[in-house]
């Protein structure tokens, strides 16, 4: 190993990714001082990020499949526009190790751990090995199962109800929920074509379904000189069809003793991982039982990222820089400190009264809040055309304050002053969430949002009426 | 210039080495003036639109922002079916795959009749009634707004 020296940098990184995270990485790049090119599809040629950015290369029609999702696209961009690395985002091409494997045999840097951890972490059944031998809890369950006979014998020892999951899955996709041993062979069935279409590999395994949990994921960075430190955790029990709607930081409904039981655990996991770069375990948090399970690891940089930032002021995306240049960490355990809360709302251009329809188009008016605490990463701009070929996060409006009821008071502000017109967007969800006293005490689970606030009709009907009036 | 020259010499031959060494089936980048298009299927050249076989869902010619026209023609006496969103409208499962119906082909009630695929929600499209399958009215791959007719339907006889 040849020693590198603290100053070493990049020269130019080509994003291969789009919407607000491509905006995201183009100022951490400036920030570092390093180029910064962007691949773009035909439909985002003309985006904020392309308009930042020193340089863009073509990589394909609007498609993902054809240009976003394509390995050689994006190796070959980097190539054609002169980078030393690729910084893939989060989505897309972030967790496939082909890219990763792509860039190391060209020569560019892949900003993320090699193929190889991706692997070990991604693929969930080999992640919860890895969790097995670090020591760290992981859900009452199964690895792989082959038969629905097996996954019974399984169901009946953790006791149903219980979720299928995909081994390649992840990010809330690819689970079944099973409640009763009767549906079991029908859903397996279903489970096992969905994950091969999806993912492209139909391993299925068992998990104990807890019903009352907190999702709560702890921030890593480790750079490749084996130093690694934790940034807190951040609680994402606010989840609509297990996508994220509502992050914070840090988890402040749990005992401080369970803070630093998540902390070592995932600390230990991305040792035994030989983790490098940025990367996320995600637990389940039993409150009936106070403890936790590990549920899976994210190695790349999260779409919630920036509340770990606002509550210890460290930059994730420099941090995934500076490690991927093959300089040490520019802080210590010591040196991260947790102060004051922070919250983050997806605004997500869906009909919240339709259904949660996605509403792309043209946006006429774009006003968003700002102010001290407030923080938007967003690639919108009054004229900006939501194009229907991607995912719905129009913006992240991340609100700070001392403690959570501050930050509470700061984002209602803030919302109330939030201001869209052309697409119908999810700000009035976000206000509903922060005016309801469960929210307000911290007293929510993963199934709050559909089982109480959505399912509350008093609750929907402003906004189907809004909508309605919206329409004209 | 003459600098610049060899550097882009350099750069396609990085880029062609990187596809020799790849399984990848073709390459079309472009950056300024420089565009590089490489390819394992000589057919491909020289195209401006690339035939690429991606996964689901992905076609030939990939949407531009071309509409269909917003007033078809329904046949005297057929149901139209209009599209419930905008979205990218996809006439198969996947590259390749059979077109889930096409024109004269008899359909149920609930049989998909194409994909309307928005924001990565793929909304399937169903005739709502039983019948034949009497216009189609977008192209594959083709944008299309809420409420554009996609299909006409002529309803069964009634028994």
Request: with cysteine.
């Amino acid at each position: 190993m040849t020693a590198v020296t603290q100053t070493s940098t990049l020269r130019r990184v080509l994003v291969a990714n789009r919407g607000e995270i491509a905006v995201r990485i183009v100022r951490a790049c400036r920030d570092e001082g390093v180029e910064v090119v962007v691949a773009v599809s035909d439909a985002d040629q003309d985006s904020l990020a392309a308009r930042l950015a020193d340089g863009i290369v073509h990589i394909g029609p609007p498609s993902p499949t054809q240009s976003y999702l394509r390995v050689g696209q994006i190796v070959c961009a980097a190539l054609l526009a002169r980078c030393d690395a690729v910084h893939p985002g989060y989505g897309f091409l972030s967790e496939r190790p082909a890219l990763a494997e792509a860039c190391a045999a060209n020569g560019l840097v892949f900003v993320g751990p090699g193929a190889d951890v991706i692997r070990r972490g991604g693929d969930k059944v080999a992640a919860r090995a890895a969790a097995r031998r670090a020591g760290v809890p992981v859900g009452a369950g199964s690895d792989t199962v082959e038969t629905v006979r097996a996954a019974m014998d399984i169901g009946a020892d953790i006791g149903f109800p219980v979720l299928l999951k995909a081994a390649a899955g992840g990010g809330g996709r690819g689970m079944v929920r099973v409640d009763d041993p009767a549906e079991l062979a029908t859903r397996f069935a279903v489970a096992s074509s969905e994950a091969l279409s999806a993912f492209g590999d139909g391993r299925l395994y068992v998990e104990r379904l807890v019903e009352n949990a907190r999702h709560v994921e702890v921030q890593l960075l480790a750079d490749t000189y084996g130093n690694i430190v934790h940034l807190g955790d951040r609680d994402c029990s606010l989840q609509r069809r297990y996508q994220k709607v509502l992050e914070e930081a840090p988890a402040s409904a749990l005992p401080a003793a369970l803070h630093h039981r998540l902390a070592e655990a995932a600390v230990a996991l991305g040792r035994e991982l030989d983790y490098v770069g940025a990367g996320t375990v995600e637990f389940l948090v039993d409150l009936d039982r106070d403890e936790f399970v590990f549920l899976e690891v994210n190695t790349r940089v999260q779409v919630e990222h920036p509340v770990t930032e606002m509550v210890t002021g460290v930059d994730i995306v420099r941090e995934q820089l500076r490690i991927a240049a093959g300089s040490p960490l520019s802080l210590t355990q010591d040196d991260v400190v947790v102060s004051g809360h922070s919250i983050e709302c997806r605004i997500n251009a869906e009909s919240v009264g339709s259904g949660f329809a996605p509403s792309p188009g043209r946006v006429v008016r774009w006003s968003p809040p700002d102010g001290p605490g407030i923080r938007l990463d967003t690639h919108v701009f009054t004229g900006y055309d939501v194009p229907p070929h991607y995912d719905s996060l129009l913006a992240k409006l991340i609100v700070g304050g001392t403690d959570r009821d501050d930050a509470i008071r700061n984002l209602r502000a803030a919302l109330a002053a939030f201001e869209v017109d052309g697409v119908d967007t999810t700000i009035e969800l976000h206000q509903r969430i922060v005016d309801h006293p469960d929210f307000q005490t911290d007293n929510v689970n993963t199934k709050w949002l559909e089982r109480v606030l959505l399912a509350d009709p008093a609750s929907m009907s402003s906004t189907t009426q809004r909508d309605a009036a919206a329409r004209g | 210039m003459e600098h610049k020259l060899s550097s882009d010499l350099e750069v396609i031959k990085a880029i062609v080495d990187a596809f020799e060494r790849s399984d990848w089936a073709e390459i079309d980048v472009r950056s300024g003036s420089l565009r590089i298009h490489l390819s394992t299927q000589p057919q491909a050249f020289p195209g401006s639109a690339p035939e690429i076989p991606a996964g689901p869902p992905a076609v030939s010619n990939d949407t531009a922002d071309v509409r269909p026209t917003k007033t078809a023609a329904i046949p005297a006496g057929a149901h139209a079916v209009l599209s419930p969103s905008p979205g990218i409208f996809w006439r198969s499962p996947y590259p390749g795959a059979p077109l889930f119906a096409d024109l004269g082909d008899d359909v149920q009630s609930g049989s998909t009749l194409a994909i309307v695929e928005v924001m990565k929600l793929m909304n399937h499209i169903s005739s709502g009634i039983p019948g034949t399958v009497v216009g189609v009215f977008v192209e594959n791959g083709m944008r299309v707004d809420r409420g554009d007719t996609l299909f006409a339907v002529q309803p069964s006889a009634s028994p």
